[in-house]
Nanobody, 114 residues
């Protein structure tokens, strides 16, 4: 599975950004897609994931501010990020996995200025 992410950029604190990711290749009906992030000096961490069945999971730090959504027919996942904070600054990675494989997209930079 190949992943193509878009979105990201520079925004002031309190602003919004939207990330999108499209999967292509051999995609099974049962899978998980989501977003992770890595700030300088930190480990990569989960931001939000969504299963093909509709379940979602969010990091506590983004609950109430970020919303993940999927379009299973188009094999896409999006992350709407509102009320952004400087601590949200990181490289954001799209991820897709199923029982066969685990794929990561190239990261996209999100920078939130104070």
């Amino acid at each position: 599975v190949q992943l193509q992410a878009s979105g990201g950029g520079l925004v002031q604190a309190g602003g919004s950004l939207r990330l999108s990711c499209a999967a292509s290749g051999s995609i099974l009906s049962a899978n998980v897609m989501g977003w992770y992030r890595q700030a300088p000096g930190n480990q990569r961490e989960l931001v939000a994931v969504a299963t093909s069945g509709g379940s979602t999971n969010y990091a506590d730090s983004v609950k109430g501010r970020f919303t993940i959504s999927r379009d299973n027919a188009k094999h896409t996942v999006s992350l709407q990020m509102n009320s952004l904070k400087p601590e949200d600054t990181a490289v954001y990675y799209c991820r897709h996995y199923d029982y066969r494989e685990d794929s990561w997209g190239k990261g996209t930079q999100v920078t939130v200025s104070s």
